[in-house]
């Protein structure tokens, strides 16, 4: 398999955009550094790239897509409006219909407001938040992995340069399933925490019995908002969201991703009297909650309406469990037949599998997760997970275990001779959000 045209575009993009792509986590330091495929089109779960190397891809869009690349009914829904005009200076029918679409999914929620990507809903939500309460601390879930591009929470990253210490003061942390870590800090910081930001559940974290009633409760004791972080969890859980599963109540609730099933658009959701305090039937002062060119413009918010019919009138999440779990038994009974399952397992919720890459000490690994995508690279599937959509075909799934047959091979080689050396090209990857270039500087 050559990747000779991608490496030439690769070089090109390093040129042109900071970092060669317009999102850390798709950057060419996250995957081999000889096989950083550039992608020029897709079809349901396959990806072609400059090479025309053909893989079933996972990860689907950072999450983005559930349906399918090119799914024909969101497709269809925007060519229906493109000839109609886009952005236009006032609201349309369509920004209604699509309000009404969204609240009618999630039943928690008063109002909605819509925008082109997460962190802004989420920034949104927190600037919601200390005006309602006259508070400046935001406590976010320190187990949980992002949540805005904005100063607020990357100020607590390791990439935090550029950030005034002073901003990264007023953003404390718990863990998750931990309520007594809430408690804390909301006793260390009595009367000043405006927010708590959290995701309900994440990919390997279910909450524990009790845990989100009891979050709910000590924000409704000391007068905090609480505001779930459904990127993830919103489409891929349920259509109403990780808050529909578990049957706790946020009082603001920050969607995107799966919306549109690719289409950018997101959406801030939440309780009318704070949703209100950014309207125009408010007698406080007014916040500046979401004002933005593009944030209801056709294409999305029809790609949106399709999206919602389609879970209305079907079950994608029952098919992403489905096929998740099959996939899941699948790697994970190769892993025991090559005796590498303390290594590689596939874990977490079937709709949205990740995969561990661990060294001979049971250590997790870059260098062993950098072959491990190698291999599978080299064989025709794509993804720094295995998360799933419910476009994954049974011949998918059948080519995946194959290719991950073939690369458990070669990683039972590595573990026995206790190194990638010798079979790993290039350098490791390295976590996305880092303080400095090395160990993938140019």
Known sequence: MSFHRSAQLQA??????PGGAHTYARGADQYP?????VLVKGAGARVTDADGNQFVEYGMGLRAVTLGHGFAPVVDAVRAVLADGLNFTRPTTLELAAAEDFLAAVPGADMVKFAKNGSDVTTAAVRLARAATGRDLIAICADQP???????????????????AAVRALTVAFRYNDLDSLRSIVDVHSGQIACVVMEAATTLAEPEPGFLAGVREICDRHGIVLIFDEMITGFRWSAGGAQQVYGVRPDLSCWGKAMGNGFPIAALAGRR??????????????VFLLSTTHGAE???LAAFRAVAAVYRESDPVAVMERQGAALAGAVNQLAREYGVQDAVAALGRPSCLVFT???AQGRPSQAY???????LLSRGVLGQSFVISAAHTDADLAHTAEAVQGA??????ALEAGSVEGLLQGRPVAPALRSRAEPRRL
């Open 408 to 413: 458990l091979g070669v990683y039972r080689k």
């Open 369 to 375: 997760r950098t072959l491990f995508l190698q291999e």
């Open 273 to 286: 009297e704070l949703m209100e305090l950014g309207g125009l039937a408010t007698d406080a002062d007014r």
């Open 12 to 17: 090109r993009l390093h040129e042109l955009v």
């Open 298 to 300: 056709s294409v999305s």
């Open 146 to 164: 992002f949540f805005s591009t904005d100063d607020w929470f990357i100020g607590t990253v390791p990439m935090s340069a550029g950030i005034p």
């Open 357 to 359: 890459t661990r060294d």
């Open 33 to 37: 550094e000889f096989m950083t495929p």
